[in-house]
């Protein structure tokens, strides 16, 4: 049986890293998926392992030719999502996870109906901004601007298959594990937690003004 592409977002500091890691160490049969890149390769990377590494040329010709699954480019690089690859490891029954932000995942969706698409919220917009704070890693503006970031994406949350709550890591994981054996039951945690998505929204806003 073919493996599922798994599409999974969410706001910065909503712990999708650590979602996808416990995922991938707990359960057999998930795999990250790997890009390609036109940057340069860092001291220790590899080759198929880190990135697929690509020169400018090839990955433009690849963006005609329609390779990837979703692309874009940052500061001057390109960076994207190989489909042969993908649909390689999936026909061998691995579950697929990209951690991408809303536009990929469209471009995903509308390349590949059966992605799974899931996004991630915090219970409360007071626990997003605790978590993006305790981190430690961010000036006060830069946690402004993450939350700015959140507000824009919120908007869009709406369009993924499902919207879950991670508040207990088991629970998240239990409940994505749920939706890769039963997809259609995605739709039921979209309906569920969209409410929930606004009133983050509107406490977020109400941050932004004090700060």
């Not at 996870?97 to 007071?126: H, N, T, W």
């Not at 830069?142 to 629970?171: F, K």
Request: aromatic letters at 10%; proline letters at 2%; a negative charge.
């Amino acid at each position: 049986m073919d493996g599922k592409l798994i599409v999974i977002s969410g706001f910065s500091g909503v712990g999708k890293g650590t979602v996808i890691r416990r995922l991938m160490e707990e359960n057999e049969g998930f795999a990250f998926s790997i890009s390609c890149t036109t940057r340069y390769r860092r001291e220790g990377e590899v080759d198929g392992r880190d990135y697929f590494f690509l020169s400018h040329e090839s990955f433009r010709d690849g963006i005609e030719r329609g390779r990837f699954l979703e692309y874009a480019q940052y500061s001057g690089n390109y960076y994207g999502t190989p489909a042969q690859y993908v649909f390689n490891q999936m026909a061998r029954g691995t579950h697929i996870i990209l951690d991408i932000e809303y536009q990929g995942a469209f471009q995903v969706k509308e390349k590949y109906p059966d992605a799974v698409m899931l996004f991630l919220i915090p219970p409360s917009a007071r626990t997003l901004v605790d978590r993006l704070v305790n981190r430690g890693t961010e000036t006060r503006e830069q946690i402004r601007s993450r939350l700015a970031q959140a507000l824009t994406e919120a908007d869009q949350a709406e369009h993924y298959d499902g919207i879950l709550i991670n508040d207990r890591l088991e629970q998240t994981l239990a409940d994505i594990l749920r939706i890769v054996e039963e997809p259609k039951c995605a739709e039921a945690y979209r309906r569920q937690n969209t409410a929930l998505v606004q009133e983050i929204k509107k406490d977020i806003n109400g941050v932004l003004k004090t700060w």
